[in-house]
C-alpha cells in the first residue's frame, strides 16, 4: 500500500507571532512540524504496520522545510520529498493544495494521503479538502478512526455533534484529529536514520505545473488590538468574605 503523509513546518505554538511592515514575524522561535500532523504521520505509520507499504513525507516549504519531514522519518516513515520553487510564495491554500495533488500524482499509485486537521499557523484547516477535489478523491476529515477493508474504508469523524460514521471507497485523503490517539515518539534509530536520509527537492518544474495563483490575496495583516488588562485583588476578613466580595464585583461587572 502506498501512503503519503503531508506535513507542514510551522513556527512552535510558544512562539510571539507579531506582525512587523506588514510581515508576520516569530523571531528567534524554532520552525518545528506542525503538531497535528504528527496525528497524521502516526495514523499512516499505523495503516502501513496493519496493510504494509511504504509511508512517504512530503511537504512544500522552503529548504528548512526538510526538518519537518526528518521529524516524520525519525517517527518511521520510509521516505520523503521536499516540493520547493521560487515562485511558491504567497499562496493560498488553493494553490497549496494544487501542488500537493500535483506532488501525489506524481508519485503515483497512492492509496492513502493522510494531513493534520489544519496548520498552527494559517490554521484554515482546507487544503485536506481542496486537495482530495483537486485529486478527485473522497475527502474523509477529522478522523479518530480509520479501518481499511480491501478497497474500502470505514472512518469514525470527531464532529461538534458527536460521532458520524462514514465509508468510502480507496483512494482517501484523511484529515486526523487528537482522538486518533497519541502520536509515536521518534526513536534513536529514527533520528539517526533521519540525520543520514537524502531528501529530494521537487521544483515546479518536476511536478510538471506551472505556480499556481492565489485566489486571496492577504491584502493587510495587522496584529491583533492589545488589550487594557487591569488586575483587582479582592480582600476581605475571612475566606467567605472575600467570596461574597468576589461575587458582588462578578455580579457588578455583570459577567454572570
Ligand atoms: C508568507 C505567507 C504569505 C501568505 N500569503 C497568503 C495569501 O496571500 N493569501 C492566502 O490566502 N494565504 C496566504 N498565506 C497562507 C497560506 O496560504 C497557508 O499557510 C497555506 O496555504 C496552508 O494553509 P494553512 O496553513 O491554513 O493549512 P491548513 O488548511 O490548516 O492545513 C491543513 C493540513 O494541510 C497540510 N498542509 C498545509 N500546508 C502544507 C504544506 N506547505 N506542505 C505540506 N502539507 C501542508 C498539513 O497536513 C496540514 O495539517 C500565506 C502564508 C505565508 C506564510
Same mark, same amino acid.
Not at 495514523?43 to 519531514?69: F, N, P, R
Not at 521536499?82 to 493560498?92: G, T
Not at 508519485?107 to 493534520?116: K, M, N, P, Q, S
Not at 458520524?164 to 509515536?184: C, H, I, M, W, Y
Given at each position: @500500500?502506498?501512503?503519503?503523509?503531508?506535513?507542514?513546518?510551522?513556527?512552535?505554538?510558544?512562539?510571539?507571532?507579531?506582525?512587523?511592515?506588514?510581515?508576520?514575524?516569530?523571531?528567534?522561535?524554532?520552525?518545528?512540524?506542525?503538531?497535528?500532523?504528527? *496525528?497524521?504521520?502516526?495514523?499512516?505509520?499505523?495503516?502501513?504496520?496493519?496493510?504494509?507499504?511504504?509511508? +512517504?513525507?512530503?511537504? @512544500?516549504?522552503?529548504?528548512?522545510?526538510?526538518?519537518?519531514?526528518?521529524?516524520?522519518?525519525? @517517527?518511521?516513515?520510509?521516505?520523503? !520529498?521536499?516540493?520547493?520553487?521560487?515562485?511558491?510564495?504567497?499562496?493560498? +491554500?488553493?494553490?497549496?493544495?494544487?501542488?500537493?495533488?500535483?506532488? !501525489?500524482?506524481?508519485?503515483?499509485?497512492?492509496?492513502?494521503?493522510?494531513?493534520?486537521?489544519?496548520?498552527?499557523?494559517?490554521?484554515?484547516?482546507?487544503?485536506?479538502?481542496?486537495?482530495?477535489?483537486?485529486?478527485?478523491?473522497?475527502?474523509?476529515?477529522?478522523?479518530?478512526? !480509520?479501518?481499511?477493508?480491501?478497497?474500502?474504508?470505514?472512518?469514525?469523524?470527531?464532529? /461538534?455533534?458527536?460521532?458520524?460514521?462514514?465509508?468510502?471507497?480507496?483512494?482517501?485523503?484523511?484529515?486526523?484529529?487528537?482522538?486518533?490517539?497519541?502520536?509515536? *515518539?521518534?526513536?534513536? @534509530?529514527?533520528?539517526?536514520?533521519?540525520?543520514?536520509?537524502?531528501?529530494?527537492?521537487?521544483?515546479?518544474?518536476?511536478?510538471?505545473?506551472?505556480?499556481?495563483?492565489?485566489?486571496?490575496?492577504?491584502?493587510?495583516?495587522?496584529?491583533?488590538?492589545?488589550?487594557?488588562?487591569?488586575?483587582?485583588?479582592? +480582600?476581605?476578613?475571612?475566606?467567605?468574605?472575600?467570596?461574597?466580595?468576589?461575587?458582588?464585583?462578578?455580579?457588578? /461587572?455583570?459577567?454572570?
Amino acid at each position: @500500500m502506498k501512503i503519503v503523509v503531508c506535513v507542514k513546518q510551522v513556527p512552535d505554538s510558544a512562539a510571539k507571532v507579531v506582525v512587523e511592515n506588514g510581515k508576520v514575524t516569530w523571531g528567534d522561535a524554532p520552525l518545528v512540524i506542525n503538531p497535528w500532523d504528527e *496525528y497524521a504521520v502516526e495514523a499512516a505509520l499505523q495503516q502501513k504496520e496493519a496493510h504494509g507499504g511504504t509511508v +512517504t513525507a512530503i511537504t @512544500m516549504g522552503g529548504e528548512s522545510a526538510k526538518d519537518a519531514l526528518k521529524h516524520a522519518l525519525a @517517527m518511521g516513515a520510509d521516505d520523503a !520529498i521536499l516540493i520547493s520553487d521560487p515562485a511558491l510564495s504567497n499562496l493560498d +491554500t488553493q494553490a497549496t493544495a494544487q501542488v500537493l495533488s500535483a506532488a !501525489i500524482q506524481k508519485i503515483g499509485g497512492v492509496e492513502l494521503a493522510f494531513f493534520g486537521r489544519q496548520a498552527i499557523d494559517g490554521d484554515a484547516g482546507l487544503v485536506p479538502a481542496q486537495t482530495a477535489r483537486l485529486l478527485d478523491w473522497p475527502a474523509l476529515t477529522l478522523a479518530s478512526t !480509520i479501518k481499511v477493508e480491501g478497497d474500502s474504508v470505514r472512518v469514525e469523524r470527531a464532529i /461538534e455533534e458527536g460521532r458520524q460514521v462514514v465509508t468510502a471507497k480507496l483512494p482517501a485523503v484523511f484529515s486526523l484529529v487528537k482522538d486518533f490517539g497519541e502520536p509515536r *515518539y521518534p526513536s534513536f @534509530m529514527g533520528i539517526r536514520k533521519a540525520s543520514r536520509a537524502v531528501i529530494p527537492a521537487w521544483s515546479l518544474a518536476e511536478l510538471s505545473i506551472s505556480a499556481p495563483a492565489a485566489v486571496i490575496a492577504w491584502t493587510e495583516i495587522t496584529n491583533p488590538p492589545s488589550r487594557e488588562v487591569k488586575c483587582d485583588i479582592v +480582600t476581605g476578613g475571612s475566606p467567605e468574605e472575600i467570596a461574597e466580595a468576589l461575587a458582588d464585583k462578578i455580579l457588578a /461587572e455583570k459577567v454572570l
